[in-house]
């Protein structure tokens, strides 16, 4: 149990720790060395929550999975990290997150979502580093809003004991010391950096919710196209321009081409998630 968790979250006898306690919270973390060049890299996977009333608790795991990744880097693997810089460590990081990488209209899950939409709190944390405790999905807002919801529903009651919002009433904005990329961000550089259209499409759902995230000290070399990318040119990388009216009729070709995907799974894509791959350099 480390008390630090007791700032960034609440106390440890709250209920809304508790709850994150129960949920699913697993990473593997690898430490590999490459035989040819004898570099050192770290490969890491995880899953977070998969409920999307509680985005809050995905931020948290999010959090948690960096803040114990750092402790391995700066206590057990401390020969990977050159003068102190959790940077210097090439790490490679896939994560079915269940969060988007963008919302643009309300709904039933996020009814207090700004108007000109926003990012998740997860993807806000990887991208930037940091989430502010303002944001929609830190638990700060998301607990207290939720119960500004409920006691106007109900003439000014309290669903939540005084203790138990005196435990959240004063969390700080969280930060991360590891820089991340997101790969499928840093490849669609002709797309505005936008994730790809989906990577999970069920009857129910259609958005993104997996990524691969790289340290600084890994380099894309090629990535997979998404399946419905294979009558397109604009995303493939390479110096050569493409004219901008080209690349908006491909935008437009690829939603139309999204949007006749075959749910999934099916013959062709086994799992209801499609899968992301990439060629990285260890530098």
Not at 26 to 33: D, E
Request: one cysteine or more; proline letters at 5%.
């Amino acid at each position: 149990y480390d008390t630090k968790y007791d700032k960034l979250m609440g106390s440890n006898k709250s209920m809304f720790r508790s709850f994150c306690k129960a949920c699913d919270d697993v990473a593997i973390v690898l430490h590999l060395k490459c035989k040819q060049t004898n570099k050192d890299f770290i490969v890491t996977s995880s899953h977070f929550f998969w409920d999307p009333k509680n985005p809050e608790v995905k931020s948290v795991q999010a959090l948690v999975f960096n803040n114990e990744l750092e402790r391995l880097l700066t206590t057990e693997w401390t020969d990977l990290v050159d003068d102190g810089d959790i940077n210097s460590v090439p790490i490679i990081f896939g994560v079915d997150s269940n969060s988007l990488p963008f919302k643009a209209k309300k709904d039933q899950f996020d009814p207090d979502l700004p108007t000109e939409g926003a990012r998740s709190g997860v993807y806000e944390l990887m991208v930037d580093s940091k989430l502010s405790k303002l944001h929609k999905d830190h638990p700060f807002t998301r607990i207290n809003n939720r119960e500004k919801r409920y006691m106007q529903a109900h003439q000014g009651q309290n669903k939540m004991s005084t203790q138990e919002i005196e435990y959240v009433g004063d969390l700080p904005d969280w930060e991360i010391g590891i820089k991340w990329r997101s790969v499928y961000s840093v490849v669609n550089q002709r797309n505005e950096n936008k994730e790809p259209l989906f990577t999970n499409r069920v009857q129910t759902f259609t958005d993104t919710l997996d990524y691969l995230f790289i340290s600084n000290k890994c380099e894309i070399r090629s990535f997979l196209e998404m399946p419905w990318q294979k009558e397109l040119t604009y995303h493939i990388l390479g110096e050569e321009e493409i004219d901008d009216v080209v690349i908006k009729k491909e935008l437009e070709t690829e939603i139309k081409l999204g949007e006749k995907f075959p749910f999934c799974p099916n013959k062709d894509h086994p799992s209801d998630h499609l899968p992301l791959c990439a060629d990285i350099a260890i530098l």
